[in-house]
Protein backbone atom coordinates (compact mmCIF):
# COMPACT_ATOMS: atom_id res chain seq x y z
CA UNK A 1 0.00 0.00 0.00
CA UNK A 2 1.26 3.47 -1.21
CA UNK A 3 1.84 6.39 1.48
CA UNK A 4 2.74 9.59 1.54
CA UNK A 5 3.33 11.52 4.61
CA UNK A 6 3.69 15.48 4.60
CA UNK A 7 5.82 17.58 7.16
CA UNK A 8 6.68 20.96 7.31
CA UNK A 9 3.81 23.20 7.40
CA UNK A 10 2.67 25.95 9.49
CA UNK A 11 2.35 29.32 9.76
CA UNK A 12 4.40 32.04 8.65
CA UNK A 13 4.37 35.74 7.81
CA UNK A 14 4.08 37.21 4.34
CA UNK A 15 7.91 37.41 2.75
CA UNK A 16 8.99 34.00 5.14
CA UNK A 17 9.65 30.77 4.00
CA UNK A 18 8.92 26.88 4.75
CA UNK A 19 10.33 23.80 3.47
CA UNK A 20 7.81 20.42 3.15
CA UNK A 21 8.51 17.19 3.41
CA UNK A 22 7.25 13.93 1.82
CA UNK A 23 8.07 10.72 2.40
CA UNK A 24 8.06 8.74 -0.64
CA UNK A 25 9.99 8.04 -3.67
CA UNK A 26 10.71 5.85 -6.66
CA UNK A 27 7.98 7.32 -8.65
CA UNK A 28 8.29 8.40 -12.49
CA UNK A 29 6.62 11.27 -11.41
CA UNK A 30 5.97 13.52 -8.17
CA UNK A 31 4.02 16.71 -7.62
CA UNK A 32 2.78 18.95 -4.94
CA UNK A 33 -0.84 20.08 -5.14
CA UNK A 34 -2.93 22.47 -3.29
CA UNK A 35 -6.16 23.57 -2.28
CA UNK A 36 -7.92 26.37 -0.74
CA UNK A 37 -11.11 26.79 1.52
CA UNK A 38 -13.81 26.91 -1.15
CA UNK A 39 -11.39 26.36 -3.90
CA UNK A 40 -10.18 23.78 -6.20
CA UNK A 41 -7.39 21.66 -5.72
CA UNK A 42 -4.15 22.76 -8.24
CA UNK A 43 -1.09 21.61 -9.11
CA UNK A 44 1.65 23.41 -7.98
CA UNK A 45 5.01 21.88 -8.92
CA UNK A 46 6.17 18.45 -10.13
CA UNK A 47 9.26 16.57 -10.14
CA UNK A 48 10.13 13.52 -12.64
CA UNK A 49 12.78 10.44 -12.50
CA UNK A 50 15.15 12.76 -14.29
CA UNK A 51 15.39 15.89 -12.06
CA UNK A 52 12.98 17.45 -14.79
CA UNK A 53 10.65 19.83 -12.95
CA UNK A 54 6.86 22.22 -13.80
CA UNK A 55 5.89 25.28 -11.81
CA UNK A 56 2.84 26.53 -12.03
CA UNK A 57 2.95 30.25 -12.66
CA UNK A 58 2.13 31.72 -9.64
CA UNK A 59 5.11 30.02 -7.76
CA UNK A 60 7.78 30.32 -10.43
CA UNK A 61 11.03 31.83 -8.94
CA UNK A 62 9.69 31.73 -5.83
CA UNK A 63 8.82 27.93 -4.59
CA UNK A 64 11.58 24.92 -5.65
CA UNK A 65 10.94 20.93 -5.98
CA UNK A 66 13.39 18.90 -5.42
CA UNK A 67 13.92 14.79 -4.10
CA UNK A 68 16.85 13.15 -2.64
CA UNK A 69 16.00 9.54 -3.58
CA UNK A 70 18.85 8.51 -0.83
CA UNK A 71 16.41 9.84 1.84
CA UNK A 72 13.64 8.88 -0.05
CA UNK A 73 12.14 12.76 0.34
CA UNK A 74 10.39 15.14 -1.94
CA UNK A 75 10.90 18.70 -0.88
CA UNK A 76 9.12 21.64 -2.00
CA UNK A 77 11.15 25.15 -0.69
CA UNK A 78 8.52 27.85 -0.65
CA UNK A 79 10.11 31.36 -0.26
CA UNK A 80 8.55 34.75 -0.81
CA UNK A 81 5.19 33.34 0.54
CA UNK A 82 2.16 35.17 0.22
CA UNK A 83 -1.25 34.92 1.43
CA UNK A 84 -2.21 33.73 -1.27
CA UNK A 85 -0.34 30.90 -1.14
CA UNK A 86 -2.07 29.92 2.12
CA UNK A 87 -3.80 26.48 1.44
CA UNK A 88 -3.32 22.18 2.07
CA UNK A 89 -0.31 21.61 0.19
CA UNK A 90 -0.80 17.77 -0.97
CA UNK A 91 1.93 15.41 -1.48
CA UNK A 92 1.27 13.06 -5.19
CA UNK A 93 2.90 10.20 -6.62
CA UNK A 94 2.03 8.99 -9.99
CA UNK A 95 -0.55 6.23 -10.66
CA UNK A 96 -0.16 4.97 -14.79
CA UNK A 97 -3.62 2.90 -14.39
CA UNK A 98 -5.61 4.55 -11.66
CA UNK A 99 -4.36 8.22 -11.59
CA UNK A 100 -7.39 10.81 -11.36
CA UNK A 101 -6.01 14.13 -11.83
CA UNK A 102 -3.72 14.65 -14.87
CA UNK A 103 -0.95 17.72 -14.37
CA UNK A 104 2.04 18.23 -16.28
CA UNK A 105 1.83 15.28 -18.20
CA UNK A 106 1.66 12.90 -15.09
CA UNK A 107 -1.27 11.28 -14.49
CA UNK A 108 -1.25 11.29 -9.90
CA UNK A 109 -3.08 8.72 -8.15
CA UNK A 110 -1.43 8.38 -5.10
CA UNK A 111 -2.23 11.73 -2.28
CA UNK A 112 -0.33 12.04 1.17
CA UNK A 113 -2.96 13.75 4.11
CA UNK A 114 -1.76 17.28 3.69
CA UNK A 115 0.14 19.75 5.89
CA UNK A 116 -1.32 23.14 5.98
CA UNK A 117 -0.08 26.33 5.13
CA UNK A 118 -0.90 29.95 6.63
CA UNK A 119 0.86 32.94 5.35
CA UNK A 120 -0.50 36.16 7.25
CA UNK A 121 0.11 39.57 5.66
Known amino acids: QVQLVESGGGSVQAGGSLRLSCAAS????MGWFRQAPGKEREGVAT???????SYADSVKGRFTISQDNAKNTLYLQMNSLKPEDTAMYYC???????????????????WGQGTQVTVSS
Open 92 to 110: AAEDVEYGDTWYMGCRFGY
Open 26 to 29: GYAC
Open 47 to 53: IARDGST
